[in-house]
């Protein structure tokens, strides 16, 4: 059995051996996501790394995910947000926070290219939400929504569930899934 004095000796040696494997841990950033669904070439870009991406392949911030021709990928949030790539298309995540402790949540994604569906999860019911897609043509202000967007003959956008706020240079527009009767 070690006497204190050596027992102490070898928890520093071994504390100090630690510390660079705990630095490198604490420098690593933890996954926001996992893809979930994927179909023929879909891609994550990680800086200068591309990974082929698989179920179960965590994403991290800011990661750019790819797909091919005939690619769809489905990415979940550990919020349960669900963002769905279409073929050819480019996203990279840019924020994603979700404490439901402090009741924070902000997702902001930018897509370059390519149609995608997303959907909030429980970021949405949080008192401070922030939850916003930029795309090509305009910036979308997300409210408690499910909404697909993409390349029509321009730009489209079109709301499944809740609302939107579309703006740009020209204007802003909210949109809604539900329509509504004229008072």
């Known amino acids: 059995m ?5 027992r102490l ?15 490198s841990a604490a420098d690593e950033p933890s996954a926001v996501g996992a893809v979930d669904r994927v179909e023929n070439e879909c891609k994550i870009v990680a800086a200068d790394t591309v990974t082929t991406a698989k179920i179960g392949t965590p994403v991290h911030l800011p990661d750019e995910l790819r797909t091919g021709p005939g690619g769809r990928l489905r990415v979940t949030f550990r919020d349960d947000t669900v963002l769905t790539l279409g073929e050819n298309a480019s996203v990279v995540i840019n924020r994603y926070v979700y404490d439901p402790d402090q009741n924070i949540g902000e997702t902001l994604i930018q897509t370059t290219k390519g149609a995608f569906l997303f959907a909030s999860g429980r970021i949405k019911g949080l008192k401070q939400d922030n939850i916003g897609v930029s795309t090509p043509v305009a910036d979308i202000g997300v409210r408690g929504t499910q909404f697909w967007g993409g390349p029509l003959d321009k730009y489209g956008v079109l709301v499944l569930e809740g609302d939107i706020t579309v703006s740009n240079q020209a204007g802003r527009v909210a949109l809604s ?3 509504r009767a004229p008072t």
């Open 2 to 6: 070690h006497a204190p004095k050596e």
């Open 9 to 23: 000796r070898l928890f520093a040696l071994l504390f100090i051996i630690g510390l660079p494997f705990a630095a």
């Open 177 to 179: 899934a539900q329509a």
